[in-house]
């Protein structure tokens, strides 16, 4: 019986975390009445599987997707370079704090409303996801970079070990694990910030603008529906991360 | 000792929490700032009690905040479509009369006598999906005028080009920078953005004249007062005192008395954009009760009726005496 325990429960905490978050909703939907305040997760589900009759569903999902993943490989794309460079030549590091400081601590509204005068509808959620995710992933990157174990790459110079040698067996490896875990934890956010940027510029195609179609008319139940999507994707996103790290661990070893 | 008035203090806070809840007898009177909170600028300002109520007003921001108070209100302003809405939903009210009749206008750089003149031209909204936008298609669907959100749709230049902001405040700057050129927006916005223009822009359409002539309807039921109908029911004098109130000509007052409207407006919670006399006068504040309104408010309801559950609220929505 132990053994059986021992050997689901990686299935049985995830399973019954869900069964009382379901619970907790279940609970609060009676206790609040309304369908507008707290829809049951009967009313939602329903307005969720009207939602997959409509093909607008499909294709405000799809560039959902694409702008997150467009912005999200740019902002990695330049913070991989930009950190790398920096780790070797101080000076770029030196020049590159105060923006990067700059980027961080501007409030997340103030970059989205002046986004939204100087961009077109489509492009503004993109740009401001860029802003807000590229410094978090230079950090990390940068971070990662400057913490390998500097004994090792003392032992490296040491046995004179290629330039190569050195970045393919020692550097990237060890920067992986830390630049994953930041992979994974920005994308979600990323398209968290994709999907409230189009509700502020009413991006066509989106799912910002099915959220807000929703709320306006106060069809609470397709609001929520909508949110389990964007919750599934994000799940999706950070499975996704996962698989590829595995994938890429495993060649590098 | 010590552990004796820590005891003390949390029971405290204890009770405290609560008197924040003490019940409010007052008659509470709800809406959203804009065109909605001039209905009641009136007795806002003038803050007299009726059938020996007395009353406690509270401006909000946007539909949201009606919603978030959906159980405190007796009272409320709010769109016709949203009010329609919830009776569908199984609240409890019922709307007493229609009291705002179309603020919507459109800003162009030249008088708009034919809706046709808008083919191949670019025109703003606020809020795609929402009433103005449906409100406008319409119109355009009454004289066969093809229009379109793409951009890079082919036929571009036989449709009207329909574009979004969220907030009709956005467009103003978009109007005087040239940005945009034709917009439809609503009182006292479009005042601010047509005087700023320094003479580039006019006021060219009126969305309610237009509703009216596409439609046959006598007019276009932007938004009502609605209460909830336990409230009705045990409070009828006070229910006549405010009809009798709200027949009153409050348009004509608040023209004669714009910094006291503002200020009771204000004083109740309200942000509202300056508006003028002219503003007013263009924002249609009208006494209409339930059941003369009514059928303008179900042609209307039935160009919406996806957004309010598929149906028409049936005759218990409309208060009669």
Redesign the interface.
């Known amino acids: 019986m132990k053994k059986a325990f021992n050997k689901y429960k990686n299935i049985i905490y995830p399973l019954s975390a869900a069964a009382l978050i379901f619970a907790a909703w279940l609970t609060m939907a009676a206790l609040a009445g309304?369908?507008?305040?707290l829809p049951s997760p009967r009313a939602v589900f329903s307005s969720l599987f009207k939602l997959f009759a409509l093909p607008e569903f499909y294709t405000k999902i799809l560039y959902t997707l694409l702008r997150t993943l467009i912005s999200f490989a740019a902002a990695l794309l330049l913070a991989l370079i930009l950190a790398s460079l920096s780790a070797l030549y101080k000076p770029l590091y030196n020049f590159l704090s105060p923006i990067i400081l700059l980027l961080r601590s501007t409030p997340t509204i103030s970059i989205i409303l002046l986004a939204?005068?100087w961009l077109k509808?489509q492009i503004a959620p993109m740009f401001i996801a860029f802003l807000i995710i590229f410094p978090a992933l230079y950090a990390a990157t940068y971070g990662a970079i400057i913490n390998v174990d500097s004994s090792l790459v003392e032992m490296s110079k040491v046995y004179k070990v290629s330039n190569k040698d050195m970045l393919l067996k020692l550097y990237i490896p060890s920067i992986l694990p830390a630049l994953f875990f930041s992979v994974k934890g920005n994308i979600s956010l990323n398209l968290k910030i994709i999907i409230a940027s189009e509700?502020?510029?009413?991006t066509?195609n989106s799912m910002g603008?099915g959220m807000?179609?929703s709320q306006?008319?106060?069809?609470t139940p397709a609001l929520m529906a909508w949110t389990v999507v964007a919750i599934i994707l994000s799940w999706l996103l950070e499975a996704l991360t996962e698989v590829i790290k595995k994938s890429v661990i495993r060649w590098n070893v | 000792m010590k552990k004796l008035t820590a005891i003390i203090i949390g029971a405290l806070m204890f009770v405290l929490m609560f008197t924040g809840c003490a019940k409010n007898d007052d008659v509470q009177i709800i809406m959203p700032s804009g065109a909605p909170a001039l209905v009641f600028a009136q007795m806002m300002s003038e803050n007299q009690s009726l059938a020996d109520r007395d009353i406690e007003y509270q401006v909000v921001s946007g539909t949201n905040g009606i919603i978030a108070k959906l159980n405190e209100l007796d009272i409320a302003v709010m769109p016709t479509n949203i009010a329609a809405k919830l009776y569908n939903s199984g609240e409890d009210i019922q709307m007493l009369s229609l009291n705002v009749h179309g603020v919507l206008y459109m800003a162009a750089p030249e008088e708009i006598t034919d809706l046709n003149q808008l083919i191949g031209k670019t025109v703003y909204n606020i809020g795609q999906g929402g009433t103005p936008d449906i409100t406008l298609r319409y119109i355009l669907d009454h004289y066969d005028i093809d229009y379109t959100e793409d951009e890079n749709d082919n036929d571009i230049n036989d449709k009207v080009l329909l574009k979004f902001v969220q907030e009709g405040s956005t467009l103003v700057p978009m109007l005087i920078s040239g940005k945009a050129d034709y917009a439809v927006i609503g009182e006292p916005v479009i005042s601010q953005a047509i005087s700023k223009s320094e003479g580039r822009l006019v006021r060219a359409l009126n969305i309610k004249d237009e509703w009216q002539k596409a439609t046959g309807q006598p007019t276009y039921p932007q938004a009502c007062v609605v209460a909830k109908k336990s409230f009705i029911d045990d409070n009828p004098e006070f229910i006549n005192a405010l009809i009798e109130n709200l027949e009153k000509d409050v348009s004509l007052w608040i023209q004669n008395n714009i910094e006291k409207a503002q200020k009771a407006i204000k004083d109740n919670g309200g942000t509202m954009p300056p508006f003028t006399a002219q503003s007013v006068q263009n924002s249609n504040i009208e006494f209409l009760s339930a059941a003369e309104a009514k059928s303008s408010i179900e042609a209307y309801l039935n160009i919406l009726i996806n957004e309010i559950d598929g149906k028409l609220p049936s005759d218990g929505f409309y208060y009669t005496k």
């Open positions: 309304r369908e507008i305040i939204l005068i509808t509700v502020l510029a009413q066509q603008m807000q179609r306006i008319y106060l069809d």
